[in-house]
Nanobody
Framework: QVQLVESGGGLVETGGSLRLSCAASGRTLSRYAMGWFRQAPGKEREFVVATSQNGGSTYYLDSVKGRFTLSRDNAKNTVYLQMNSLKPDDTAVYYC??????????????????????WGQGTQVTVSS
């Protein structure tokens, strides 16, 4: 089973940028569809972005389109979330998640938390106004 560790969170002013990393160990991420979710205090976990196992499909939450970019580096076994033009509404704990795909080359992506089998511990992102 793969293990995930997020990093890169912090405190940033409105309009600033952060890059989150999700480093995997135990298995290669190339066999997994990946997603990023976030959870603000008192709210449910919210989908942010998902990408397919083959990297051919990526889907973003409307409110982050054009500001956030997901990328994956299979050689480093790491997935990144570049976040630009951050807003106070982006404040949350950010989690990466993985779903093993048995049909390699799949272009399916997943947007529900229950679709994912493995989660990281989360990293806090705080955007000050």
């Amino acid at each position: 089973q793969v293990q995930l560790v997020e990093s890169g969170g912090g405190l940033v002013e409105t309009g600033g940028s952060l890059r989150l990393s999700c480093a995997a160990s135990g298995r290669t991420l190339s066999r997994y569809a990946m997603g990023w979710f976030r959870q603000a205090p008192g709210k449910e976990r919210e989908f942010v972005v998902a990408t397919s196992q083959n990297g051919g499909s990526t889907y973003y939450l409307d409110s982050v389109k054009g500001r956030f970019t997901l990328s994956r580096d299979n050689a480093k076994n790491t997935v990144y979330l570049q976040m630009n033009s951050l807003k106070p509404d982006d404040t949350a704990v950010y989690y990466c998640a993985a779903r093993e795909v048995f049909f390699l080359g799949s272009s399916d992506y997943y947007v529900r938390p229950n679709d994912y089998h493995v989660w990281g511990q989360g990293t806090q992102v705080t955007v000050s106004s």
